[in-house]
């Protein structure tokens, strides 16, 4: 079965950092575009940062610039979100998605993260939970 697997969430106090994990199986990531979006409490979900393939263009929401990180290692199959200075409004959901990179839809620079909903992903991770509290 083809899935992704997001890990990594926590409880972290403003100012602390996670890093995600996103992992496939059952198909070869590198082939792939990534994007990782948020859900928070009550709101809707929303890009947060995306990778290409192989030419690791990368862009972020306005409201993580700076603070967060994505990456992937292709030969492990895997993506990763660095999140540092966490704020209370990052916490929610994150999810982890896939695209195929063939597609050309994703993380160009001919679209913003709050247009990538309207992308249809091949792929979606079940999520894990960041909370941000003291």
């Known amino acids: 079965q083809s899935q992704l697997e997001e890990s990594g969430g926590g409880l972290v106090p403003p100012g602390g950092s996670l890093r995600l994990s996103c992992v496939s199986s059952?198909?070869?990531?590198?082939?792939?575009?990534i994007a990782w979006f948020r859900r928070a409490p009550g709101k809707e979900r929303e890009g947060v940062s995306c990778?290409?393939?192989?030419?690791?263009?990368?862009d972020y929401a306005d409201d993580v610039k700076g603070r967060f990180t994505v990456s992937r290692d292709n030969d492990k199959n895997t993506a990763y979100l660095q999140m540092d200075s966490l704020e209370p409004s990052d916490a929610g959901v994150y999810y982890c998605?896939?695209?195929?990179?063939?597609?050309?839809?994703?993380?160009?620079?001919?679209?913003?993260?709050?247009?990538?909903?309207?992308?249809?992903?091949?792929?979606w991770g079940k999520g894990t939970q960041v909370t941000v509290s003291s």
């Open positions: 998605a896939a695209v195929s990179t063939y597609q050309r839809v994703l993380c160009r620079g001919d679209r913003s993260p709050s247009t990538w909903n309207d992308i249809h992903m091949d792929y």
């Open positions: 990778i290409t393939s192989s030419t690791m263009k990368v």
């Open positions: 059952g198909f070869t990531l590198a082939y792939y575009d």
